[in-house]
């Protein structure tokens, strides 16, 4: 395996690239090699196949899409309330609307996940991982709700960025004054999670 | 175009089945030729291209996905309060695990419909008929809540679906005695939509 980090990383954006754009069955090696602009035969030297590619495609895509730590430390010194969860899920909205190509991907892993037994135990890991990640932050930060808060706002922002990255029209002028994705999140919020 | 409707419905149920088995761009005349063990060059009769057969999956799932008018008839002879919306919302993830090859293509036709900026507008509109018919379904039963708990209601279920259909190990056990999807479907409902 070729060992040049920085090519490696260029490889795997392009993979994301090329994941959202084209879907699961568009990814291939000459794609992704064409994408990054190297000479065919490159992402070979990096990845041992389709699958080891869609493992570092996750892992890449997490940090991609985590928040800033500057932005989670401001709002980590404000009262731990519900306005406190809606800034959170602000945050998150607006981290999925700058990397739109970003989230599309990973929809695109979820549907390849369902062919590819190898890719879902992994991808299943990661995600699984990271509900449970957020139930402990939000336990840690007392914020308002249990864990079945925590799950039921994760399902129901799930559905509002696969909506609203997919057909934005839908949603858009459904509930009369409601902007869309913003004002939506806080009626979620509002729905979801208890006063206090 | 060739008129015979029963051959026009299995090869659309074809389409849907190569749609989510190897992703929208497997979605080829000749693999929904294949798929509905029919000569090569068939599915070219029926449909005058692949935005065609596009909106005529969307059309047939409709169809395919829509609740059992009795079922329906049972549960609007119960009380209308918020048991009766679990109900409702349980009836409705009952014939998505059924029909998950059905699902897992309207999730390929989102995904598509990011490409393709015909099957965008076409399936918006479908999309949005469906929410507001679920609106004023919701209105005229006299459930409880109004259009806002609906479009919360309505984003949990996507992203159940979504989550349940594509990843089910991540909702399994993430909390404690709650069944998935049934458990977790009573849940989303008690959070999301007021008692009465």
Do not use: C, W
Not at 120 to 145: I, K, Y
């Amino acid at each position: 395996m070729a060992g040049n980090p920085e090519r490696r990383a260029v490889l795997v954006d392009a993979g994301i690239a090329v994941l959202a754009r084209e879907g699961a069955r568009g990814l291939t090696f000459r794609a992704v090699d064409g994408e990054a602009g190297v000479p065919t035969g490159t992402a070979s030297n990096y990845f041992t196949g389709r699958d080891d590619l869609l493992r570092q495609i996750d892992a890449r895509l997490h940090v991609r899409l985590a928040p800033d730590p500057k932005v989670l430390e401001a709002l980590l010194s404000e009262r731990r309330d519900r306005a406190l969860v809606t800034a959170f899920m602000r945050d998150l909205m607006d981290r999925a609307v700058r990397d739109r190509t970003g989230y599309l991907a990973l929809f695109e892993m979820r549907l390849e996940a369902t062919r590819r037994p190898e890719l879902r135990a992994s991808f299943t890991a990661s995600v699984r991982g990271d509900l449970e990640q957020g139930m402990e932050f939000h336990r840690a930060a007392g914020l308002p709700g249990g864990d079945e808060t925590v799950a039921v706002l994760y399902l129901a922002m799930l559905g509002l960025l696969l909506e609203h990255l997919t057909l934005p029209g839908v949603l858009d002028g459904a509930l009369e004054g409601v902007t869309v994705p913003e004002g939506l999140v806080d009626r979620i919020v509002r729905t979801v999670v208890p006063e206090a």
